[in-house]
């Protein structure tokens, strides 16, 4: 007989896309249930598990108690104390802790979103998750938004009408890791799923009237298939037509298994500005749709590329185009001033102090065009 997993207390899990820092986190599955894109260590070694639903409405009548208390807190006359917040959380278990700094973290987030965590929540029977939606949406009437990480796979396995059961049940915005639409590449880096699978998942979240966020992941067909990674997921994208396309560069740390691929020849990276190139032809072969494009994450070299296709093509390829034109001298202070953290944008060259900081840096390490791709795969790294 199965054994009956006891409460352990409040749980959150380790990520959040970027655009859900205001949100609340809730936990309703542990780790990943696929677990073997070779170019994701984020839950190697971890066991996943679906948290029973009751555990999970503990969770959030925690929130919904630390909330009030908060809020009563901050209501009265002097706004309330650093010491009376303390003392709603002090000599409580770590759990209730946590639990409190959630709370407190959503209240001054403005409590309008909640994602829930961890890698795929739509692996969870549609019954089940629906409860946990209608739970929150009967919990938290104000929210605006309710968000989940999911797998095309997944997706694909559910109905149209269980897609809309969700969706009327609250959850309105979904992220998926297309990551890249060429099979050839799917089928390298283990991501499970292939493009035609892509493709299906992705109209299927749209047509049931859920936001959709794609991860596009530049790079991640090395050099044997950066042509088709920009223009098989460009050409997947077209036909899904999300509302974001977020771009996320590969990265490399040695915990990968993709990174012993690198090692031992059977992946070639591409360097700073082969990523550019592949960047540049995906965005030229986005036709007829009206996606946001977003860069919001540190491991992009143009935080720049972002605006609303298709009226801000020319702002969202300004910069690739500009850094591509550029002398190669001129493209290794930028690659060095931006995987240092000196730069954020093409448009911190024109400082003197900050470009001064990083031929500093080029001096230092002694690099060239030629040996700057190590240099800054190097620091890539520590961004993950
Ligand atoms: S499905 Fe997502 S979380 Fe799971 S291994 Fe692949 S990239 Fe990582």
Redesign the pocket.
């Known amino acids: 007989m199965k054994e009956v997993e006891s409460y352990q207390g409040f749980e959150l899990g380790p990520i959040r896309p970027p655009s859900e820092a205001r949100s609340l986190l809730l936990r309703i599955t542990r ?7 070779t ?6 070694g971890e066991k996943f598990s679906i948290r029973p639903v009751e555990h999970i409405i503990k969770d959030i009548d925690t929130i919904r108690h630390y909330v009030a208390e908060i809020q009563n807190i901050q209501a009265r006359e002097d706004g309330g104390t650093h010491r009376q917040l303390v003392a709603l959380h002090s000599g409580r278990p770590s759990g209730e802790k946590m639990a409190f700094h959630t709370a407190l973290n959503w209240i001054r987030g403005g409590m309008k979103s909640i994602f829930l965590q ?3 929540s739509l692996i969870i029977k549609t019954d089940y998750l629906a409860q946990i939606l209608t739970y929150l949406k009967t919990s938290f009437p104000h929210v605006e938004r309710i968000t989940s ?1 999911a ?1 095309s796979h997944t997706i694909v396995r559910k109905s149209d009408s269980e897609m809309i059961r969700l969706a009327e049940a609250g959850l309105n915005r979904l992220h998926i ?1 297309l ?1 890249s639409a060429a099979d050839a590449v799917l089928d390298f880096v ?3 799923v292939d493009k035609k699978g892509h493709i299906l998942a992705g109209q299927k979240v749209k047509r049931a009237g859920i936001e959709l966020s794609e991860y596009f992941m530049p790079g991640l067909g090395g050099k044997k298939f950066t042509r088709e990674n920009a223009l098989e997921t460009a050409d997947a994208i077209n036909q899904i037509n999300p509302d974001f396309i977020r771009i996320r560069t590969l990265a490399l740390p040695e915990n990968l298994v993709l990174y012993k691929d690198c090692k031992e020849g059977r992946f070639a990276k591409l360097g700073d500005l082969q990523v550019a190139e592949e960047l540049l032809l995906f965005f030229e072969n986005l036709h007829n749709i009206t996606s946001m494009v977003k860069s919001d994450h540190v491991v992009n070299l143009f935080q720049e590329a972002e605006g609303r296709l298709p009226e801000d093509m020319e702002q969202i390829t300004a910069a690739l185009k500009t850094f591509l034109a550029m002398q190669p001298e001129g493209q290794m202070v930028y690659m060095v001033g931006r995987r240092t953290g000196l730069f954020s944008g093409l448009s911190d060259m024109n400082s003197p102090e900050l470009l001064a900081q990083a031929e500093k840096v080029i001096a230092n390490h002694g690099l060239t065009p030629g040996t700057v791709d190590v240099f800054t795969a190097d620091r890539l790294k520590r961004f993950i």
């Open positions: 780790n990943c249930p696929w677990n073997r894109c170019f994701c260590g984020l839950y190697k961890d890698a795929n990480y797998r890791g990551e283990k991501k499970g």
